[in-house]
């Protein structure tokens, strides 16, 4: 169970530092039960950039880029911490469009290049637009955290189809 909490946790803040930037969401994120609702992902505010913007920083990399194109844009981010116990645990995130589901797995295109089948089980989380596997469709956008390696999707966070129509701040 503590297993299952501390993937969440991480998938998460892993997730909020991809997409929203380290300075607006990591405070929100460290207390929010599913990442997806409180950081605007999905409801009717959509991304937090369609309200506010990222911050600047991150923002100079959206300036040029069109709105319906900043996803594949994001292709991975790795956490490392360490538990109570001062063991390393590392997370791994990665963004793609789903090519396919099952039960058991899903095989994600990934934005980066080539494709990646992740393990699908009782454990993993699922945010966004997806509460189970069976939300999750062919050609959603998703982003995938895996912890220490494994095979393994620790989270699936369905974006659908990602299309991100806020306007980018400070540029």
Do not use: C
């Amino acid at each position: 169970m503590r297993r299952m909490v501390l993937a969440a946790a991480v998938s998460s803040v892993v997730t909020a530092l991809v997409i929203g930037g380290v300075g607006v969401l990591f405070g929100h994120l460290m207390v929010a039960p599913r990442f997806a609702e409180a950081a605007g992902l999905v409801g009717a505010g959509g991304p937090p950039w369609q309200r506010h913007g990222p911050p600047p920083h991150v923002a100079v990399l959206f300036r040029d880029i069109p709105a319906g194109e900043r996803f594949q844009h994001l292709e991975s981010a790795q956490l490392t911490m360490t538990d109570k116990d001062a063991k390393v645990v590392t997370f791994d995130l990665v963004a793609g469009t789903v090519k396919s589901v099952s039960g058991s797995s899903l095989e994600l295109e990934l934005n980066g290049g080539g494709t990646r089948v992740f393990q699908l089980d009782a454990q993993t989380y699922y945010y966004g637009h997806a509460a189970s596997v069976t939300d999750v469709k062919s050609g959603d956008k998703a982003l995938v955290s895996t912890m220490n390696g494994a095979g393994s999707a620790s989270a699936v966070v369905d974006l659908a189809d990602a299309q991100w129509s806020g306007r980018p701040s400070g540029g």
